[in-house]
C-alpha cells in the first residue's frame, strides 16, 4: 500500500465534513412555494376566472346564473334593444344580455377583464353583437341606448345614477346592481329612516322600484356588505325644475332632516347665502331691493303661509317640496 502522509490524512478529513454539512434534497418531496406566492392567488377567491380582481376598483363578479338570469328578465328586453352594460367584468351577465338584445355596449375601466370578455365571445356567434368601450363611464359621453344593465361599482353609485337620469335621449330603464343601504335609499319614502337628500333627488325625475336582494356569496371574491338591485324608469317629459335650484331647496331642508324647516332655513350662514342669492337675482333683472328687506322675514313668511314652518323634512314628499319651491321663487329667493 502506498504511504499515505499526515499532511494528506487532514485534508481527507476536511472533505469528508465537508461533504457531510451538505445534506442531500429527499427525492419526491414537495417544493413548498415561498409564502408570498401562497398569499398571491387569492385565498379569497379573486383567481376564480381569468386575472386577479381588484376590490380598490369595486370588482366583484356576480357568479351566480339564476340571479344574473333574474336581472335580465327584470330589464324586460327586446331584440331591438341597444344595452348599455357598465362593470361587464368577465362576462357573466353579458352573455345573457347577448342572447336577447340586438347589441350590448360593455364599458370596463380595466383593460384586463375588457380582454376577457372579448376572448370569451371571439369566434362565437354573439361576437359580433358586442362592442367593449374602455375607460372610465363617468369620464366619457354615454351612446344611444335603451336599456342600462349595471353590476355597479359601488364607488360610482351615486355619480352613476344622476348620469343616467340626466342622459338624453331618456332611455326607457335601467336595471342597477347597488350596495343595499344606497338602494335602499333610492326607493325610501316619506317616514322611512333611510329617505333623504338622495331619495328625493333621484325620484323627482324617475320612478324607482326595488327588484331583489343579492347575498354576498354570489360574487366573487364576496364584498363586504349585501346588494340589492333597482329597476329606474326615467320620466318622460321630465319635470320642468331647474335641478340647481331644487337640489339647493332640498340640501337645506335635510341638513337636519327631523328639525323643523323654520329651524334649518334660520341658520345664519344659509340666510346669508339666500340674501346674496336675492340681491344678485333683483341686479340681474332690474328690480330694485326695497328699503328694510329682510330676507329671514321673507323666508319664514313663506313657510308660515304654505304652513310647513313646523314641517319636517323627513315627512314631505315631492309634491311638498314642488308646492314650497314655486312659492319661494314667486318671491324672489332663490337658491343658486
Same mark, same amino acid.
Request: aromatic share 6%; charged share 20%.
Given at each position: ?196 337628500? =338622495?331619495? /328625493?333627488?333621484? @325620484? !323627482?325625475?324617475?320612478?324607482? $322600484?326595488?327588484?331583489? #336582494?343579492?347575498?354576498?356569496?354570489? %360574487? ?79 323666508? =319664514?313668511? /313663506?313657510?308660515? @303661509? !304654505?304652513?310647513?314652518?313646523? $314641517?319636517?323634512?323627513? #315627512?314631505?314628499?315631492?309634491?311638498? %317640496? ?15
Amino acid at each position: 500500500m502506498p504511504k499515505i502522509t499526515t499532511q494528506q490524512l487532514r485534508k481527507n478529513t476536511q472533505a469528508s465534513a465537508a461533504n457531510a454539512a451538505v445534506k442531500p434534497a429527499t427525492i419526491g418531496a414537495p417544493q413548498r412555494p415561498p409564502r408570498a406566492a401562497q398569499k398571491d392567488g387569492a385565498a379569497d377567491g379573486s383567481r376564480h376566472f381569468g386575472p386577479m380582481f381588484n376590490k380598490n376598483l369595486g370588482q366583484h363578479i356576480l357568479i351566480n346564473p339564476l340571479v344574473s338570469q333574474g336581472i335580465v328578465d327584470k330589464a324586460g328586453l327586446k331584440q331591438t334593444d341597444t344595452v348599455l352594460e357598465v362593470g361587464p367584468g368577465t362576462g357573466n351577465l353579458t352573455v345573457k344580455i347577448l342572447e336577447q338584445a340586438k347589441r350590448v355596449i360593455a364599458c370596463e375601466a380595466d383593460a384586463r377583464l375588457a380582454a376577457e370578455l372579448t376572448k370569451r365571445v371571439q369566434g362565437g356567434p354573439l361576437q359580433h353583437k358586442l362592442e367593449i368601450l374602455h375607460g372610465d363611464v363617468m369620464k366619457r359621453d354615454l351612446p344611444f341606448f335603451d336599456v342600462c344593465i349595471s353590476n355597479t361599482p359601488y364607488q360610482i353609485s351615486s355619480p352613476l345614477t344622476f348620469k343616467l337620469i340626466f342622459h338624453r335621449p331618456i332611455f326607457r330603464c335601467a336595471v342597477l346592481m347597488f350596495q343595499r343601504e344606497f338602494a335602499m335609499r333610492l326607493v325610501a319614502r316619506p317616514g322611512d329612516s333611510l329617505y333623504g337628500r =338622495l331619495s /328625493v333627488n333621484c @325620484q !323627482l325625475y324617475s320612478k324607482v $322600484t326595488h327588484v331583489m #336582494k343579492v347575498g354576498k356569496n354570489n %360574487f366573487k371574491p364576496p364584498p363586504n356588505v349585501e346588494s340589492s338591485v333597482v329597476r329606474i324608469e326615467p320620466l318622460n317629459p321630465p319635470p320642468p325644475v331647474d335641478f340647481a335650484e331644487w337640489d339647493g331647496l332640498v340640501r337645506i331642508a335635510f341638513s337636519r332632516k327631523n328639525k323643523t324647516l323654520a329651524a334649518n332655513f334660520k341658520a345664519t350662514a344659509t340666510m346669508q347665502m339666500l340674501e346674496a342669492n336675492h340681491r344678485t337675482f333683483c341686479a340681474a333683472n332690474g328690480r330694485i331691493v326695497e328699503d328694510g328687506f329682510q330676507i329671514k322675514g321673507a323666508v =319664514l313668511g /313663506v313657510l308660515e @303661509q !304654505l304652513g310647513y314652518g313646523e $314641517t319636517r323634512a323627513s #315627512k314631505m314628499d315631492i309634491h311638498d %317640496f314642488l308646492k314650497l319651491l314655486s312659492a319661494f321663487h314667486d318671491a324672489d329667493i332663490h337658491f343658486c
